[in-house]
């Protein structure tokens, strides 16, 4: 017997039944001809800032819809189209835009941050923003995607980053079966060097590119880049995010805190404003409490869940994503966490990077190599080795929900891996080709405008009306009850929040957390 069946076997249908998971969505609102909305968060949205279901991400016009917690596949999508629809409904004239890389963008100076009003967290969430667009540029922020949050009983935190390494390994399959962005609009490359090519006037592409979002010209930094972070343990992990948070970075410190008009251009001149300001294809998580760092709670607590990160929008699928790719992700998981991880050094850490980069640019192309154990591999071959290593664990998921469902999610994709004809990144150049005139924004705007219908015309029950228009009007209250609660001045509340010692110890609960930033 295998060690990744004795292992499946050891796992029993109570934990396989365990498994949770949670999906935040991001989108652009966009007007009704393809460019960003500059209007603020709708108010019958409620407030970003403590909004359980809604919020923004980067930019005030970024949305990002949140489910709960969920033991149910078609749960977790049930609620995530039941904000769609609610959300659908506030909008008016605009529209959620459904692909990854942005609609036509205005000049990078008037991308709205997100605004969180004026409490010192809500101040926080801001000025941080304001520091990624000093750092980054605020381009390369509208980029939206779909994170997958997910956990099962009874894990290690040496389990958690045993699948977090094998995860790092195998992720340019997940780049292949389900990248949707192989094009862009052309405003998003302007004034930048890039190796993509012109489609149409308006329109750069990769002939063979699975998702952009994850290529060169998506989250990208090469501050970030010197970074060695290591996945072999979570004290290892939590030392290099440490050191990152805490150390001076030149760049930064030439910006500057603040502006000569007195207002802040960053949380910090470190090279990691926060944690969040790490990226990577997958984070190990854990809920924080009120005024705890995220970095504290994994310490003190361990690892909670991972969150994916790697997802692209789907544009063919209203909500962004359908039960079958959920599936596949579950059993792609599992077999992370089954499989042996040794662990993992610098070399195969440059060489994961490199892996990442081909299959997003070139990933459908016949042939392609990725590199293996210091050897050349074909993708397809790899890809194939990884998902018939998935049939037992798909068997196993099937029995314990009396289903098909998650053998036909693997099979589905070994058929993509033996016919690249039938990818998401195909099938939108395709469409771009066939009735776009291989225009990116007039495909996308035309998906957009079909999922606007197509959830509008969707009965919203009375019940869950009534509950969401309840949230909104109690996170708005809220929001108030926060900005009349602040007791200290910002600059000392920012003090406060980037204290290294917040990084090792637990402050005062009454401090407000930045959640979610």
Not at 191 to 197: A, F, P, S, Y
Request: glycine share 6%.
């Amino acid at each position: 017997m295998s060690q990744l069946q004795q292992a499946l076997d050891e796992l029993g249908p109570a934990r396989l039944k365990g498994i949770r998971r949670g999906i935040e969505k991001e989108s652009l609102r966009a007007t009704s001809d393809a460019k960003l909305a500059l209007t603020p968060h709708p108010a019958a949205l409620g407030s970003a800032l403590t909004h359980p279901h809604i919020t923004t991400d980067y930019s005030e016009a970024q949305l990002e819809l949140i489910t709960g917690v969920h033991d149910s596949v078609e749960q977790c999508l049930e609620e995530l189209l039941r904000v769609h629809q609610f959300v659908y409904r506030q909008l008016g004239d605009e529209l959620m835009w459904v692909s990854s890389m942005p609609c036509n963008l205005p000049a990078d100076e008037n991308i709205p941050i997100g605004r969180y009003g004026s409490s010192n967290v809500g101040r926080a969430k801001s000025v941080y923003r304001m520091g990624l667009a000093h750092r980054y540029g605020r381009r390369m922020q509208t980029i939206s995607g779909i994170h997958y949050n997910w956990s099962l009983p009874e894990v290690s935190d040496a389990q958690y980053f045993a699948l977090i390494r094998n995860f790092r390994r195998h992720a340019f399959l997940l780049l292949y079966l389900f990248g949707a962005s192989p094009a862009a609009c052309s405003s998003f490359v302007l004034g930048r060097k890039h190796e993509l090519q012109l489609l149409n006037p308006q329109t750069v592409y990769m002939p063979y590119g699975t998702s952009l979002r994850m290529g060169r010209l998506g989250y990208q930094s090469e501050a970030q880049a010197s970074l060695a972070v290591s996945y072999n343990s979570l004290e290892g992990y939590a030392a290099s995010l440490h050191d990152a948070l805490t150390r001076p970075y030149p760049a930064y410190e030439s910006v500057g805190l603040m502006n000569p008009g007195g207002e802040y251009n960053q949380l910090a001149t470190t090279l990691l404003q926060i944690e969040n300001e790490f990226y990577g294809t997958i984070r190990p998580k854990r809920v924080i409490k009120p005024g705890e760092r995220p970095l504290h709670a994994l310490r003190e607590r361990g690892v909670e869940y991972v969150e994916i990160r790697l997802m692209d929008l789907d544009p063919f699928v209203p909500v962004g994503i359908k039960a079958q790719t959920i599936r596949f992700l579950d059993v792609f998981l599992l077999h992370c966490l089954l499989s042996d991880s040794p662990p993992d050094t610098p070399s195969e850490i440059a060489a994961l990077g490199r892996n990442q980069h081909r299959t997003a640019a070139y990933g459908r192309e016949p042939g392609l190599q990725l590199e293996r154990d210091g050897a050349q591999v074909e993708l397809s071959a790899w890809g194939m080795d990884i998902v018939e290593a998935c049939m037992p664990i798909a068997a196993q998921l099937d029995a314990v929900h009396s289903t098909t469902d998650y053998s036909d999610a693997v099979r589905g994709a070994e058929a993509l891996l033996q016919d690249p004809r039938l990818l998401p990144s195909a099938l939108v150049l395709d469409a771009m080709a066939r009735d776009h005139d291989n225009s990116f924004t007039s495909f996308v705007l035309a998906q957009s405008e079909q999922t606007k219908s197509k959830l509008l015309k969707l009965p919203l029950p009375a019940s869950a009306l009534a509950k969401m228009e309840a949230q909104v009007r109690q996170s708005a209250a809220d929001q108030l009850a926060l900005e009349a609660s602040d007791s200290v001045p910002f600059e000392v509340f920012r003090q406060q929040y980037i204290s290294p010692d917040r990084l090792r110890l637990v402050r005062n609960a009454s401090t407000p957390a930045l959640v979610a930033v």
